[in-house]
C-alpha cells in the first residue's frame, strides 16, 4: 500500500472498529466504514449502514466501498455478537447461531466480494480481530470463543491460499474497554447473580497502533499470524 491507504472497516458501530476508523480518517487516510446503526459521517470517512448476516446486504456494501473507494487497500474486520452468553450446556443453539453468523459467516460473504477485487488491484492487508477466547476457555464465553477461534482459522487459511498475491492476513486479539466487554461482564454478573470479576482494562487507543502498522507497508512480510494483546 502507498503512504495513503483506503480502508473498509467492518463492524464499526463502536468499540475498536469505530476508534480505528476516526483514527485513520485522522491520519489523512479514506476510510468506509460499516455499521449496524447509522452514524456521521466525517471527513475522509463514510459511514454505511449494513446487516452482515444478510448476504444481499453485505453484496451492497461491498460494492458501495469500491464505488466510494475506487481501490481497497485494507480491509479490517471487527464485528461481534455479544449474546449466547451462558453456560455451554445450556447455549441456546439459535442464539450460538447468531454469534457464528456475525463473528465468522459475516467475514466469508466480505471476503468472497472485496477479496477478487483487492486480487485486481495488486494487493493489500486484511485483518480480522480475534480473541484470547478463542485458545483459552473463558467462563460463560463458549459460544464467542468458538466463534472467534473459527474465525482466526478462516483467516489463517485464507492467508495461506493467498500467498504470493501480494495480500496478506493476520488476526490480531485486542485488550481493551468495549462496548462488547461491558455487555459481556453485564450478562455474567446477571447469571451469576453478582458482579464479574474483570481486571482494569486499557482504552481502546493503545490497541490502534498494532492495527495501523499491519495495514501499512512496513508490515509487507507479515501474514498468517495472531498476535495477541496482553492483558494489564
Not at 491520519?27 to 459521517?41: F, L, M
Not at 501480494?166 to 454478573?189: C, D, F, M, Q
Request: with cysteine.
Amino acid at each position: 500500500m502507498t503512504s495513503v491507504y483506503t480502508v473498509v472497516i467492518a463492524g464499526a458501530s463502536s468499540g475498536f472498529g469505530a476508534a480505528l476508523a476516526h483514527d485513520l480518517a485522522a491520519a489523512g487516510h479514506q476510510v468506509v466504514a460499516g455499521a449496524r446503526r447509522p452514524r456521521p459521517d466525517a471527513p475522509r470517512m463514510r459511514y454505511v449502514p449494513v446487516d452482515l448476516t444478510d448476504s444481499e446486504a453485505t453484496h451492497h456494501f461491498a460494492q458501495a466501498a469500491i464505488e466510494h473507494l475506487g481501490r481497497v487497500d485494507g480491509l479490517v474486520y471487527c464485528a461481534a455478537d455479544p449474546g449466547a452468553v451462558q453456560r455451554a450446556w445450556q447455549l441456546d443453539a439459535d442464539a450460538f447461531a447468531r454469534v457464528l453468523d456475525v463473528s465468522l459467516l459475516g467475514f466469508v460473504r466480505l471476503a468472497g466480494h472485496l477479496v477478487p477485487h483487492m486480487q485486481q488491484a495488486g494487493g493489500g492487508s486484511i485483518i480480522t480481530v480475534g480473541s484470547q477466547a478463542a485458545r483459552t476457555p473463558v467462563d460463560l464465553l463458549a459460544a464467542y470463543g468458538a466463534a472467534k477461534a473459527a474465525l482466526e482459522h478462516y483467516s489463517r487459511c485464507l492467508a495461506e491460499e493467498l500467498s504470493g498475491t501480494g495480500i496478506r492476513v493476520n488476526t490480531i486479539g485486542i485488550a481493551a474497554e468495549t462496548e462488547l466487554a461491558a455487555t459481556h461482564r453485564t450478562a455474567k454478573a446477571a447469571l451469576r447473580g453478582r458482579p464479574s470479576p474483570h481486571p482494569p482494562l486499557p482504552d481502546v487507543a493503545e490497541s490502534l497502533p498494532l492495527a495501523r502498522w499491519l495495514l501499512s507497508d512496513q508490515a509487507r512480510h507479515v501474514t498468517g499470524q495472531s498476535i495477541e494483546a496482553n492483558r494489564p
